[in-house]
């Protein structure tokens, strides 16, 4: 069972436009939210992250913003630049877990057009 | 940035025969895992490590095995290698980038079974 769900495969947008990528969960023990950027035969790298307690995080051109009532969050990159072209991965870490395991999303594949 | 290196980057092997992966950290982070990337699955645990000797099962830790002997090495095994297990493999140490329950990842394995 999917706890973290990412359900575009890939995103298409103009350069200078905003994109918007999504991440819904499952899990309501869920306590802690990462987005990752990896480019190809590369490993992935931390970009953002929220905790729980807040609803919008943000850091330049990137913010998350979290609605736990729905269970979903979502990274705003504003603006789109042709350098974040990457799968983006979203993540999740259970509140109190002793392993700080990380449960990860498919992946969303963001094409930024020049 | 915490060091984090894994060998090979590229293997091929034949099906039946068995394969080891290294992760290899500088600094002393706890918590190791291993991840399998896969279109169409995103990151998956294989097997995770909390302290020496100390390890456990992910989400698809079938045909694998780990061990850490020292803090700074972790190993994963494919006892008899199957087609199925082709994939890139990462391996993630719990550095605190980001957060808490952040990770710094390995530059990944690409193992191809022929």
């Known amino acids: 069972d999917q706890q973290v769900k990412q359900n575009s495969p890939s995103l298409s947008v103009q350069e200078g436009r905003i994109s918007i990528l999504n991440c819904d969960y499952t899990?309501?023990?869920?306590?802690?939210f990462l987005w990752y950027k990896k480019y190809p035969a590369e490993g992935p790298t931390f970009l953002i992250s929220i905790s729980s307690i807040k609803d919008k995080n943000e850091d330049g051109r990137f913010t998350v913003f979290l609605n736990k009532s729905a269970k979903h969050l979502s990274l705003h990159i504003v603006p789109s630049q042709p350098g974040d072209s990457a799968v983006y991965f979203c993540?999740?870490?259970?509140?109190?877990?002793?392993?700080?395991?990380?449960?990860f999303g498919t992946g969303t594949l963001l094409a930024v057009q020049p | 940035d915490a060091g984090i290196t894994q060998s090979p980057r590229h293997k091929v092997t034949e099906t039946g025969t068995p394969v080891t992966l290294r992760c290899h950290q500088t600094e002393n982070h706890r918590y190791m895992y291993w991840y399998r990337q896969d279109p169409g699955h995103g990151l998956r645990l294989i097997h995770y490590?909390?302290?020496?000797?100390?390890?456990d099962k992910g989400e698809v830790s079938d045909g694998y095995s780990v061990s850490r002997s020292k803090t700074e090495d972790f190993l994963l095994t494919l006892e008899s290698a199957t087609s199925s297990q082709t994939s890139v493999y990462f391996c993630?140490?719990?550095?605190?980038?980001?957060?808490?329950?952040?990770?710094?990842f390995g530059s990944g394995t690409r193992l191809t079974v022929v």
């Open positions: 490590s909390y302290g020496v000797k100390d390890t």
């Open positions: 993540a999740a870490s259970e509140k109190g877990g002793a392993t700080n395991k990380l449960i």
């Open positions: 899990n309501s023990m869920f306590d802690y």
């Open positions: 993630a140490i719990n550095s605190g980038v980001g957060g808490p329950y952040g990770y710094t």
